[in-house]
């Protein structure tokens, strides 16, 4: 795989910027996962995600969507609040709001009870 930087893309690829062969970067003001952290991730792995999140510049903002934690087959597994503080140890939690889903959403989803977090980085 070709070498390169990453300046915007999935962070499912922070997680392990090697795998993906490519080098992080620094001083980013925004980060957004909408859907990563609450699906596909192992504990470990969550955990990665909010060391390799500490390349963002110190006043970033991290927007981030979960649904609540249960147990839905192979549906996302979801993700808590304290969950979601653990792995990011060095952002303050400054909100915590439903995501209002429109007219005619999957019942799936409207029952997993969405929410978006915003964190800042102390």
């Known amino acids: 795989m ?19 062969g490519l080098e992080l970067g620094s001083g980013f003001q925004l980060l957004l996962d909408f859907g990563c952290f609450h699906d596909e ?4 792995q969550r955990k990665a995600e909010g060391r390799e999140a500490t390349a ?3 006043d970033a903002t991290l ?3 979960a649904w ?3 147990r839905r087959g192979p549906l996302p597994r979801g993700a808590s609040s304290e969950e979601i503080q653990a792995a990011f140890r060095e952002w303050d939690l ?14 799936y989803a409207r029952r997993a009870e969405p929410r978006l ?3 800042r980085r102390e």
């Open 56 to 58: 963002a510049a110190p």
């Open 94 to 107: 400054i909100d915590e709001v439903p995501l209002h889903l429109p007219p005619g959403a999957p019942r």
């Open 68 to 70: 609540k934690p249960g």
């Open 41 to 44: 991730l192992s504990n470990e």
């Open 117 to 119: 977090y915003r964190l």
């Open 2 to 20: 070709k070498r390169g930087r990453l300046s915007r893309g999935s962070v499912c690829g922070l997680v392990a910027p090697s795998v993906w």
């Open 63 to 65: 927007l981030l969507m």
